[in-house]
């Protein structure tokens, strides 16, 4: 599968070329401390960056996906309350947040077969093209904005951490041909439950339609 993000060549070259830092004000989760320390540094903090994320392109593409994230006007993706809120308050804001993240992936066109506009002509998910139907969580960039998203685990996580992995290892072809485009777009989403001695899944208030 192709990725449908792309970014210009020239966005590495200098920190004015970080969507994340608009007008070069700097990212609003780096300490000013850290980047007065890196102003000093003996060496370019960005190609040690380049070299890390693998290519300029490749720092250019991840920084643009996690200024989606950052700098998200529903903001929804603040961390800022999180020691302040009850166990079950942070599991619904994390639920929150993958109904967003869900809602950027599909906006931008991340893991569809085919899009009509190029997203990387803008800096926000919500210019690009709209799409009904793709494979959400077998891209990159799935993966790449829930770790900019951090701090929240997804409840929903188990579903491509244990129960997509089990689709692919137990069902044949035919069947995988059949339920994994609905799990890796969300439309299907499943869970990994299991018994152990003296803990494990809670099966009594497991609930299913089928």
Known sequence: ??????????????SSGDPREPNNCPPLTLSPDLSSERT????????????IDGSAEATSKRRLLESWIIRDPTGVFSNDDNN?????ERHTRALAKFVRLVELCRAAGIGAKSTSKDPSSSSSPSAAVQHIEGEIIATPEFLTLVNAISDDPFPTSLHWVMFVPNILTLCDTQQQAQWLPLCRDWKMIGCYAQTELGHGSNIRALETTA
């Open 1 to 14: 599968m192709t990725s449908k993000i792309s970014t210009s060549s020239n966005t590495a070259s200098s």
């Open 40 to 51: 000093k540094s003996s060496f370019n903090p960005l190609a040690i960056t380049n070299f």
């Open 84 to 88: 302040y809120l009850h166990r079950s």
